[in-house]
């Protein structure tokens, strides 16, 4: 054990120095954190001494820490910082805002609104000459008074729109900043205070203060070892290396913020903390790149022409460079880019190749949608328009034969522009400005309750993505399983129990080691506490397997705590902690003697290979054969597995002190002749609410596979009890080994055709590590056996399920057993950890789908009415029968309101009952579009019956060919009143879209809708009866109110007539509303795509002859995935995925520099042109790096060589597409790149200077 008491050092604290100058500047420690190893080792001596020396200078000791003065803790902070990294700033609210109103539709609105408020203020001379066109009677005053009301009513719609988007994006924003916070605070970290060991948040850590560490730890700042037992860290997120890094004092004693503790413990001396510490500095680096985004911007202007003429030289030059690379070892390779011209000058062409964030697939339809009406609609008013002015031309100097008189053009001006506000007015009926509002009330509303049913969503668009997922690939534990273990069945003293036994029947000395084995070796952070309320549960905390032993050893009366006060964790000589390839723990204890005792446990399968001996009934050890070892399986272990339990064998052994230190770092020596003392089975009951959710699934086409650490046996078993697997049914259960033998060629590449043999059937995958979880979650993903494309939703916990919860449609993360790295590769955060809640993410899902669905059906029918209806009313009566004003608030209010009425339906159990819709399901089904044009079909007959012949009717007088400046008239009123009342009662049949019968089904679950119909028709009344002017209204008498609610009551009946009429019947009906296809988009289109930052389904990623560039993607993807968690502000040290490994200062800011260029347009706002899309303000800008694949070793690490993340990326489906640029070697090393509609492929090529940076998350 490492010497820790320094003398001289304690008094360092005793004495303060006062001008609050410490031994070291802030400059000097951080070139000393750049050191690695050797290195820093030798710098520490040259300057300090020893470590001693360097607390002597940061006035601390090295065994009893800071003094913990608040003054003191100051002037730290004072020198060196706080343990805090700012975070980006958030958007504000104006920014929001201005963001929202890039949409679209909303500038055409808002243009039209302009036009119209200009015209209405516009008053023309006097003519005096009364005559210039028939049926003037003086100046037209309505226009006058009244006009302006078209114009403010199109922009408050406008306003409306905006705030309710902005402020949904705000809120948004703001919960994940609680939510991140949330979890910051929660982050604590021990350190040594005067003498004591406390817990301090990890903010307050200071420069100075004596930290411990231990396995599992996260990092919190920079620090250097003053002493350590077997330290191992993981420091692949700064340094791409996979390899876990000894730290020792006379080797390597450099820690670093963001990297975790794989194994062992010891004590830091705090050297570096927040934007001074390795990961601030990447940090700030990235951070940097927003202030001067502005003169970047126009820097990129003069550049764009330079780089033109460049390009083509450049192509032979960087493949040249590239083979020369691939010859070179991996140093060489890791600082090619930066000396290469395209690593300098490569911007231009990464910008082209960011794998562009793909819209979801409702986004992507509605957008197209919606711009298909937004031309039918253009088309319309432009007909219109020109309709009425031909007619009016024609009338007026034609057929009435009035002469041309200059002293009249005012007045014409007039007529043309009143031509045209009715022009305008078609338009902004057809446009549906209500769509982007119904699509953000839907996601947030959904967003919000979903929170209820514990889902936390992070991304919005996933929820929508979940309702068309068709595979979900599950955790076992504590997703299928309560996560409580607890002991049931033990093989102990030669006997089996089926339950605990009664502690007298086990020998005494058995009984001793087997406590002692229990307490020393579980992690001293894993404890059983009293439970929070009367009469419940033993609270569990920490490792849960290890929980169970400690309740083992609590049902056997026995109190480990006492054995641990006995033995503190100082004390243990050595510590083999658990990992995925060791699969057990191991803790060895030094005797008085000298002889050593090492205690094992771990899965029993593995340990008992390792076991000699077994004890006996007696309490003696009796030889273990390996028939004796079969026997065992078949006896004791298999019947355990096959009912669910996790079998567990506890060993020990001895190390005789005659036979001198063994050699600990040989593992394979030391563990090995154990002698095995007990094998317990432990239960992970199924949660009760499983096996009903996962039929819910499969009812729902949804199908469920379980990937798990555990053995086959024990998968198979709790799959079967949640009913993932049926008894006789012929699915695949595998074990990750077999899987990866049946996936792989030759020459251990992966291929798609074999992993398409298997996935269909496959429903359990045991024993896997999280290469497998992602390879079959991304060749699911890849595969075209079935005509759909899959969409898989998959849960992770820990840090290394990051690359499987990326790749996924839908990443569900652990809110309570997941780590951070886990939530931040997520879309959805499920709060309890449970399986049920997914099933509730699948129905939200389908409900958003839906309700647009609905929303749509009646959106379309109120526009195509409202359009056909002025089209030919102002055709035929040189009017519209519909005013300006009153075709607003049809518009607006019904819009508006609808979409808040029928967006906010609650989703039933009944929309588990169909299968997925699947990708290319168009948005509007032929059962809608049979709704839709049915009944329009009615609504047209009945408004120009009553336009036509309504004054006969009602016996009133006619409202047609009115002067322009003529008073509403009753006719046109009651025109007007039945169209709203038509237009409610179809609000209620556009409840149901699957052409059900009870369209008033549940109807009262909802109490938004009933009262945005009841409001509606209430204030209907007040505009009819009181609106007067503005809007054209006359008030009614009671009789010809009631006339108007029967005809609109008609549409009940109507709809009624319409469900009877089989949709298979109407061939020729054409949905609407698809995703785009690619084979639509032409070339030319193409050219513009380079700029955007968002791939719409309407843009290809990229031209063909651009594959070569594909692979300076290879440059980015280490930096990106910084950035990415960067971007949404999420926990830094999850943040920190990745960074050169050589370390200095001037390597990192270069490879920065190198990259921030390309980033630039992603800082801070989104550039408007990528908001084309209603619906872009849904979504946050981010970063997806496919495929990006860390390599993570398996646990039988035999075909690493193979795993090179280029060929296990090979992709043989389908061939490269021609490209013209025959030098691209790319293909040559077997990475067929092609260009996939759904999802960018990257794969990395091995020349690819990054990989050696390749990481695992």
């Given at each position: 054990?490492?010497?820790?008491?320094?003398?001289?050092?304690?008094?360092?604290?005793?004495?303060?120095n006062?001008?609050?100058?410490?031994?070291?500047?802030l400059?000097e420690?951080?070139?000393l954190?750049?050191?690695?190893?050797?290195?820093?080792?030798?710098?520490?001596?040259?300057?300090?001494?020893?470590?001693?020396g360097?607390?002597?200078?940061?006035?601390?000791?090295?065994v009893?820490?800071?003094?913990?003065?608040?003054?003191?803790?100051e002037?730290?902070?004072?020198?060196?910082?706080?343990?805090?990294?700012?975070?980006k700033?958030?958007?504000?609210?104006?920014?929001?805002?201005?963001?929202a109103?890039?949409?679209?539709?909303?500038?055409?609105?808002?243009?039209?609104?302009?036009?119209?408020?200009?015209?209405?203020?516009?008053?023309?001379p006097?003519?005096?000459?009364?005559?210039?066109?028939?049926g003037?009677g003086?100046?037209?005053?309505?226009e006058g008074?009244t006009?302006w009301?078209?114009?403010?009513?199109?922009?408050?719609s406008?306003v409306?729109v905006?705030?309710?988007?902005?402020?949904n994006?705000?809120?948004?924003?703001k919960?994940?900043?609680?939510?991140?916070?949330?979890i910051?605070q929660?982050?604590?970290?021990?350190?040594?205070r005067?003498?004591?060991v406390?817990?301090?948040?990890?903010?307050?850590i200071v420069?100075?203060?004596?930290?411990?560490?231990?396995?599992?730890?996260?990092?919190?700042?920079?620090g250097?070892l003053?002493?350590g037992n077997?330290?191992?860290?993981d420091e692949?997120?700064?340094?791409?290396e996979?390899?876990?890094?000894?730290k020792?004092?006379?080797?390597?004693?450099?820690l670093?913020?963001?990297?975790?503790?794989?194994?062992g413990s010891?004590?830091?001396v705090?050297?570096?903390?927040?934007?001074?510490s390795q990961?601030?500095?990447?940090?700030?680096?990235?951070?940097?790149?927003?202030?001067?985004?502005?003169?970047?911007?126009?820097?990129k202007?003069?550049?764009?022409?330079?780089?033109?003429?460049?390009?083509n030289?450049?192509?032979d030059?960087?493949?040249?460079?590239?083979k020369?690379?691939?010859?070179?070892?991996?140093?060489?390779?890791?600082?090619?880019p930066?000396?290469?011209?395209?690593g300098?000058?490569?911007e231009?062409k990464?910008?082209a190749?960011?794998?562009?964030k793909?819209?979801s697939?409702?986004q992507?339809k509605?957008t197209?949608?919606a711009?298909?009406?937004?031309?039918?609609?253009?088309?319309?008013?432009?007909?219109?328009?020109?309709i009425?002015?031909?007619l009016?031309?024609?009338d007026?100097f034609?057929?009435?034969k009035?002469?041309?008189?200059?002293?009249?053009?005012?007045?014409?001006?007039?007529?043309?522009?009143k031509?045209?506000i009715i022009?305008?007015?078609?338009?902004?009926v057809?446009?549906?400005?209500g769509?982007?509002?119904?699509?953000?009330?839907?996601?947030?509303y959904?967003?919000?309750k979903?929170?209820?049913?514990n889902?936390?969503v992070?991304?919005l668009?996933?929820c929508?993505?979940?309702?068309?997922?068709?595979?979900?690939?599950s955790?076992?534990?504590?997703?299928l399983?309560m996560?409580?273990?607890t002991?049931?069945?033990?093989?102990?003293?030669?006997?089996?129990?089926?339950?605990?036994p009664?502690?007298?029947v086990?020998?005494?000395?058995?009984?001793?080691?087997?406590?002692v084995?229990i307490s020393?070796?579980?992690?001293?952070t894993?404890k059983i506490?009293?439970p929070?309320?009367?009469g419940?549960?033993?609270?569990?905390?920490?490792?849960?397997?290890?929980?169970?032993?400690?309740g083992?050893?609590?049902?056997?009366?026995?109190?480990?705590?006492?054995?641990r006060?006995e033995?503190?964790e100082?004390?243990?000589?050595?510590?083999?902690?658990?990992n995925?390839v060791?699969?057990?723990?191991?803790?060895?204890?030094k005797?008085?003697?000298g002889?050593?005792?090492?205690?094992?446990?771990?899965a029993?399968?593995?340990?008992?290979?390792?076991?000699?001996?077994?004890?006996?009934?007696?309490?003696?050890?009796?030889v273990?054969?390996?028939?004796d070892?079969?026997?065992m399986?078949?006896?004791?272990?298999e019947p355990?597995a096959?009912e669910?339990?996790?079998?567990?064998c506890?060993?020990?052994?001895?190390f005789?002190?005659?036979?001198?230190?063994?050699?600990?770092?040989n593992?394979a020596d030391?563990?090995?002749?154990?002698?095995c003392?007990?094998v317990v089975?432990?239960e992970?009951?199924v949660r009760?609410?499983?096996?009903?959710?996962?039929?819910?699934?499969?009812?729902?086409?949804?199908?469920v596979?379980?990937?798990t650490g555990?053995n086959?046996?024990?998968?198979r078993?709790?799959?079967?009890?949640?009913?993932?697997?049926?008894?006789?049914?012929d699915f695949?259960?595998?074990?990750g080994?077999?899987f990866?033998?049946?996936?792989?060629n030759?020459k251990?590449?992966?291929e798609?055709e074999r992993?398409?043999?298997i996935?269909p059937?496959?429903?359990?995958?045991a024993?896997?590590?999280?290469?497998?979880?992602?390879?079959?979650?991304?060749g699911?993903?890849d595969?075209t056996?079935?005509?759909?494309?899959?969409?898989?939703a998959?849960t992770g916990?820990?840090?290394n399920?990051?690359?499987?919860l990326?790749?996924a449609?839908?990443?569900?993360?652990?809110?309570?057993?997941?780590?951070?790295?886990?939530?931040?590769a997520?879309?959805?955060?499920?709060?309890?950890?449970?399986f049920?809640s997914i099933?509730?993410?699948?129905m939200?899902?389908?409900?958003?789908?839906?309700?647009?669905?609905?929303?749509?059906?009646?959106?379309?029918?109120v526009?195509?009415?409202?359009?056909?209806?002025?089209?030919?009313?102002?055709?035929?009566?040189?009017?519209?029968?519909?005013?300006a004003?009153?075709m607003l608030w049809?518009?607006?209010?019904?819009?508006?309101?609808?979409?808040?009425?029928l967006a906010?339906?609650?989703?039933?159990?009944?929309?588990?009952?169909?299968?997925?819709?699947?990708?290319n399901k168009?948005?509007?089904?032929?059962?809608?579009?049979?709704?839709?044009l049915?009944?329009?079909?009615?609504?047209?007959?009945?408004?120009?019956?009553?336009?036509?012949a309504?004054?006969?009717m009602?016996?009133?007088d006619?409202?047609?060919?009115?002067?322009?400046?003529?008073?509403p008239?009753?006719?046109?009123?009651?025109?007007?009143n039945?169209?709203?009342?038509?237009?409610?009662f179809?609000?209620?049949?556009?409840?149901?879209?699957?052409g059900e019968r009870?369209?008033?089904?549940?109807?009262?679950?909802?109490?938004?809708?009933?009262?945005?119909?009841?409001?509606?028709?209430?204030?209907?009344?007040?505009?009819v009866?009181?609106?007067?002017?503005p809007?054209?209204?006359?008030g009614?008498?009671?009789?010809?109110?009631?006339w108007?609610?029967?005809?609109g009551?008609?549409c009940?009946?109507?709809?009624?007539v319409?469900?009877t009429?089989?949709?298979?019947?109407?061939?020729f009906?054409?949905?609407?509303?698809?995703?785009?296809q690619k084979?639509?988009?032409p070339?030319?289109e193409?050219?513009?795509?380079?700029?955007?930052?968002?791939?719409?389904?309407?843009e290809r990623?990229?031209?063909?002859?651009?594959?070569?560039w594909?692979?300076?993607?290879n440059?980015?993807?280490?930096q990106?995935d910084?950035?990415?968690?960067?971007?949404?502000?999420?926990?830094f040290?999850?943040?920190?995925?990745?960074q050169?490994?050589?370390?200095s200062?001037q390597?990192?800011?270069?490879?920065?520099n190198?990259?921030?260029?390309?980033?630039?347009?992603?800082e801070?706002?989104?550039?408007?042109?990528?908001?084309?899309?209603?619906?872009?303000f849904?979504?946050?800008?981010?970063?997806?790096?496919?495929?990006?694949?860390?390599?993570?070793?398996?646990?039988?690490?035999?075909d690493?060589?193979?795993?090179?993340?280029?060929?296990?990326n090979a992709?043989?489906?389908?061939?490269p597409?021609?490209?013209?640029?025959?030098?691209?070697?790319a293909?040559d090393?077997g990475?067929?790149?092609?260009?996939?509609?759904s999802?960018?492929?990257t794969?990395s090529?091995?020349?690819?200077?990054?990989?050696?940076?390749?990481?695992?998350?």
């Open positions: 054990m490492a010497n820790n008491s320094y003398s001289g050092v304690k008094n360092s604290v005793a004495e303060p006062h001008n609050g100058e410490f031994g070291c500047s400059k420690l951080r070139s954190m750049e050191l690695r190893g050797a290195e820093g080792l030798q710098k520490i001596q040259e300057t300090y001494g020893d470590v001693n360097l607390c002597n200078r940061l006035k601390t000791s090295a009893d820490g800071l003094s913990g003065q608040p003054s003191d803790i002037k730290r902070k004072a020198a060196f910082g706080q343990n805090f990294i700012p975070p700033k958030p958007k504000t609210f104006l920014q929001l805002v201005w963001e109103l890039q949409d679209v539709t909303l500038i055409i609105l808002e243009v039209a609104a302009i036009v119209s408020l200009g015209l209405s203020f516009y008053k023309p006097d003519a005096g000459d009364k005559n210039c066109v028939k003037t003086g100046e037209p005053e309505e008074e006009g009301i078209e114009g403010a009513a199109i922009l408050l406008v409306c905006v705030l309710v988007t902005a402020f994006d705000w809120s948004k924003e919960q994940f900043r609680g939510l991140q916070s949330r910051e929660e982050q604590k970290f021990s350190v040594v005067g003498g004591q406390i817990q301090i948040h990890v903010a307050e420069v100075g203060d004596i930290a411990q560490i231990k396995y599992g730890d996260l990092l919190p700042a920079d250097i003053i002493q077997d330290l191992k860290i692949s997120s700064l340094t791409g996979s390899d876990h890094v000894k020792s004092l006379d080797k390597d004693a450099m670093l913020s963001g990297t975790h503790v794989m194994e010891g004590k830091i705090v050297t570096a903390v927040g934007v001074n990961t601030g500095i990447i940090f700030t680096l990235l951070g940097a790149g927003e202030d001067d985004d502005d003169e970047e911007e126009k820097e202007k003069k550049e764009k022409e330079r780089k033109k003429e460049k390009k030289k450049k192509q030059g960087s493949v040249e460079n590239r020369k690379a691939k010859a070179q070892d991996g140093a060489a390779m890791e600082m090619q930066l000396n290469s011209d395209e300098a000058d490569g231009e990464r910008k190749n960011l794998p562009k793909e819209k697939v409702l992507g509605l197209k949608l711009v298909q009406i937004g031309k039918a609609g253009l088309l319309m008013s432009a007909i219109t328009v020109i009425l002015v031909v009016f031309v024609v007026t034609w057929v009435d009035i002469p041309w008189d200059s002293g009249c053009i005012p007045i014409y001006i007039q007529f043309f522009v031509f045209f022009g305008v007015t078609v338009l902004v057809a446009v549906p400005e769509l982007p509002l119904a699509v953000t009330i839907s996601l947030a959904s967003v919000k979903m929170m209820k049913d889902n936390l992070r991304h668009d996933a929508e993505t979940m309702g068309n997922a068709t595979a979900i690939c955790d076992k534990t504590g997703t399983t996560n409580r273990m002991v049931v069945q033990v093989f102990i003293a030669d006997k089996h129990y089926r339950k605990v009664e502690p007298d086990v020998p005494a000395s058995t009984m001793d080691l087997l406590i084995g020393v070796n579980c992690a001293y894993t506490m009293s929070e309320k009367e419940g549960l033993n609270r569990q905390v920490g490792n849960k397997t290890e929980c169970a032993l400690l083992f050893a609590l049902d056997l009366k026995k109190d480990y705590q006492a054995v006060n033995i503190p100082e004390k243990l000589y050595k510590v083999y902690t658990f995925s060791r699969k057990s723990m191991s803790t060895v204890l005797n008085d003697d002889s050593y005792r090492m205690f094992s446990k771990g029993s399968e593995i340990l008992l290979k390792k076991c000699f001996k077994i004890l006996t009934s007696t309490g003696e050890a009796k273990f054969r390996p028939r070892r079969d026997d399986v078949k006896r004791v272990i355990m096959s669910g339990l996790r079998t567990i506890l060993a020990y052994r001895d005789p002190a005659s036979e001198g230190e063994p050699d600990w770092d593992e030391i563990l090995t002749r154990l002698t003392v007990c089975g432990i992970d009951p009760p609410e499983v096996p009903d959710a996962i039929r819910k699934c499969q009812r729902a086409g949804i199908t596979r379980m990937v555990d086959l046996n024990t998968a078993a709790i799959a079967t009890k949640c009913g993932i697997l049926q008894v006789g049914d695949l259960c595998l074990e080994k077999e990866n033998r049946r996936i792989r030759e251990g590449e992966i798609q992993i398409d043999k996935w059937k496959l429903r359990v995958l024993r896997s590590s999280p290469t497998d979880k992602h390879t079959l979650v991304k699911i993903i595969s056996v079935v005509e759909q494309r899959q969409v898989v998959v916990d820990g840090t399920d990051g690359p499987a990326k790749k449609d839908v990443g569900f993360a652990m809110g309570i057993a997941g780590t951070d790295v886990a939530k931040e997520s879309d959805i955060i499920l709060t309890d950890d449970n049920s099933v509730k993410a699948v939200w899902g389908r409900n958003v789908y839906d309700s647009i669905s609905k929303f749509l059906q009646f959106q379309l029918t526009n195509v009415v409202a359009v056909i209806v002025a089209f030919t009313g102002a055709c035929i009566t040189q009017d519209s029968p519909l005013k004003v009153q049809v518009n607006l209010i019904m819009d508006t309101l609808a979409s808040l009425a906010t339906e609650p989703p039933t159990e009944s929309l588990l009952l169909r299968k997925p819709y699947g990708r168009p948005l509007i089904s032929r059962t809608m579009m049979k709704n839709i049915g009944h329009a079909v009615y609504q047209l007959i009945i408004i120009f019956t009553l336009l036509f309504g004054e006969k009602f016996n009133i006619s409202g047609r060919y009115a002067d322009l400046h003529a008073p008239s009753e006719h046109y009123t009651i025109v007007f039945t169209f709203v009342m038509m237009q409610l179809n609000e209620i049949n556009a409840r149901k879209i699957h009870n369209v008033f089904e549940g109807i009262f679950n909802n109490m938004i809708f009933c009262t945005i119909v009841f409001g509606t028709f209430v204030i209907q009344i007040v505009i009866q009181f609106g007067g002017k809007f054209s209204c006359v009614l008498n009671i009789e010809q109110w009631l108007c609610i029967f005809l009551f008609g009940l009946l109507w709809g009624q319409i469900s009429i089989p949709t298979s019947r109407l061939t009906l054409k949905t609407a509303g698809h995703g785009t084979e639509e988009i070339d030319e193409l050219e513009e795509l380079e700029d955007l930052d968002e791939i719409d389904h309407a990623e990229l031209r063909r002859g651009q594959i070569l594909f692979r300076g993607l440059r980015i993807q280490t990106m910084v950035v990415s968690a960067f971007q949404s502000g999420i926990s040290q999850a943040a920190v995925r990745r050169p490994s050589s370390g200062q390597h990192d800011i270069r490879v920065v190198a990259f921030r260029s390309s980033l630039s347009p992603y801070g706002l989104e550039k408007p042109e990528s908001r084309t899309s209603i619906h872009n849904m979504t946050h800008p981010e970063f997806r790096i496919e495929d990006s694949e860390p390599h993570i070793p398996l646990i039988d690490d035999t690493a060589e193979d795993d090179a993340p280029t060929k296990r992709t043989p489906t389908p061939p597409p021609p490209s013209p640029n025959q030098n691209n070697n293909v090393s990475v067929h790149l092609f260009l996939d509609p999802k960018s492929a794969p090529a091995p020349g690819s200077p990054m990989h050696s940076l390749e990481t695992s998350l």
